[in-house]
């Protein structure tokens, strides 16, 4: 496959052959074009508003502080602002804002814990990024894996009241973010393995998966927006995934190792996906290497074709807490350097 600054030369090279530029306007032609290309590039940030989308219990094997849902907010505001205009210098322009219990919802107010945010608060926020150049993007999680924060509704899936409670949320926080371009709905991990240490565990399968995924996306898509999910449903399900998925829903597999190869069966599916023809933001990680999301870029630059290749997503899985400020600034800086690399073609 052709790299992405190879696709742009060609291009500026076909309207030199045709008389439109003159040779030496080329070069000067091809530059503009990879800025361009780059500047439309989503380089993404995943932050947590809410975190109670894990464990439903002390299960003392967990040895992970956070793991364990609560019944108040884990979010440093004063982390939250600092964050902002380190993620604008280096060149982040959108952040996904996982939301959970974090606000206080006119429809479902009862999901709320102690110092969620109210809705004129989590405006104002929003508004304070998009002054900064970032787009703001929703982030609910439905999978039954992470969604604890669903009180309990999360012990009613697939239920009338779930439905309704799903589209409410839907339907709010689209009006909430001013019908924002993509609202990300989770759907990851939603196996036994994932929920062993849980208490309570609920996983839907074969045809009940795809209704309620249908579900949400339509509630979606209904709003204005699109939806964009996680895509390793189709390691467990690839025939069936490609089958089903509808091209409409975004795409984000995500995988957090160091080598990148097609030996990897996380990261074939990175070009599975391209090779199905659907639109994708991969998703890399520092909770395991600060190398990923480098090699990442890396290797996905050269693989997916850059009409599907919309960007790239960086997550650190910790709260938005102080004692994690060093990892999301690393987190951060990991996503500057890859953008910088990337620019170069």
Known sequence: MATRREVIKAAAAGLAGLGILG?????QAEEKAVAETNDKMIWGYLIHLG???????????IKLENWPARPYLRCDEKLWDDLMPVMQEAGINLVVIDLGEGVQYQTHPELAVKGSWSREHLKEKLGQMRKLGIEPIPKLNFSTGHDIWLGDYSRRVSTEPYYKVCADLIGEVCDLFD???FFHIGMDEETQEHQESYEYCVIRQHGLWWKDLLFLVGEVEKNKSRAWMWSDHVWRHHDEFFEK?????LQANWYYGEPFNEDINY???YLDLEEKGYDQIPAGSNWSSPKNFKNMVEYLA???DPKHLKGFLQ????????GFRDKHLAAISQVGEARKEFSKG
């Open 51 to 61: 975190y109670n989308m894990w464990g439903d219990w002390d299960n003392p094997k």
């Open 179 to 181: 019908h924002p371009r």
């Open 302 to 304: 050269k693989k997916i």
């Open 23 to 27: 040779a030496s306007t080329q070069t």
């Open 267 to 269: 990261v074939k599916a």
């Open 245 to 249: 998925m509808p091209h409409s829903v």
């Open 315 to 322: 997550t650190v899985w910790h709260p938005t807490l102080e």
